[in-house]
Nanobody
Framework: QVQLVESGGGLVQAGGSLRLSCAAS????????MGWFRQAPGKEREFVAV????????YYTDSVKGRFTISRDNAKNTVYLQMNSLKPEDTAVYYC???????????????????WGQGTQVTVSS
């Protein structure tokens, strides 16, 4: 059983930056691809970014390309999401998720992830 704990959310003005962290415990972190998702009020949870087990494959949703950077430190069992040039439409609860090894090294679907954190709120004011 893998436990995930996000941190780093908060209130920031448009154009600002935040760095989210997700600390994992209870499993072998390097065995999991890690994803970030977000859910705005009244909307479905959506994919943001994913990084493969050894950081070889990284993929972003179009709306955050060039602004967000996902990274991981397997020695620290932590995945990060650096968010720059934030916009009000980035406001959401951000979740990290872990995906055990499968044929496809990464995935963007929420149904393909095995463990989820509790989420951290990001609010971007205009």
């Amino acid at each position: 059983q893998v436990q995930l704990v996000e941190s780093g959310g908060g209130l920031v003005q448009a154009g600002g930056s935040l760095r989210l962290s997700c600390a994992a415990s209870g499993g072998t972190f390097s065995n999991y691809a890690m994803g970030w998702f977000r859910q705005a009020p009244g909307k479905e949870r959506e994919f943001v970014a994913v990084i493969s087990r050894r950081s070889i494959i990284i993929y972003y949703t179009d709306s955050v390309k060039g602004r967000f950077t996902i990274s991981r430190d397997n020695a620290k069992n932590t995945v990060y999401l650096q968010m720059n040039s934030l916009k009000p439409e980035d406001t959401a609860v951000y979740y990290c998720a872990a995906r055990a090894a499968r044929v496809a090294p990464v995935d963007v679907s929420t149904t393909q992830y095995d463990y989820w954190g509790q989420g951290t709120q990001v609010t971007v004011s205009s």
